[in-house]
Nanobody, 129 residues
């Protein structure tokens, strides 16, 4: 099991930027496909972005495409979510998640929420209008 801790959330005005970090411990992050999810009050937890083990392949959900960028540094055991041009509708708790993939392709991107086995506690992002 890998331990995940998110940071970097906060309050920002519309149009601003934030960079979320997800620090992993307990296991080598390079064995995991990673994802960022978000959950607004009263709504489902949805995938925002996902990245392969190697970091060479990624997926971004349509609502954030062109504004958010997922990346990873396997040496630092950290995954990032750079969020630009933030909107009030981006307000949510953001979670990072990990899926162990020791023998899987280094290019595989996991988009199904149910395939992720390890989750962080989340970090609040609030965008004011």
């Amino acid at each position: 099991q890998v331990n995940l801790v998110e940071s970097g959330g906060g309050l920002v005005q519309a149009g601003g930027s934030l960079r979320l970090s997800c620090a992993a411990s307990g296991r080598t992050l390079g064995m995991y496909a990673m994802g960022w999810f978000r959950q607004a009050p009263g709504k489902e937890r949805d995938l925002v972005a996902a990245i392969s083990k190697s970091g060479g392949d990624s997926y971004h959900a349509d609502p954030v495409k062109g504004r958010f960028t997922i990346s990873r540094d396997n040496v630092k055991n950290t995954v990032y979510l750079q969020m630009n041009s933030l909107r009030p509708e981006d307000t949510a708790v953001y979670y990072c998640a990990a899926r162990l993939s020791v023998f899987g392709s280094s290019r595989a991107v996991v988009t199904a929420k149910d395939e992720y086995s390890d989750w962080g506690q989340g970090t609040q992002v609030t965008v004011s209008s």
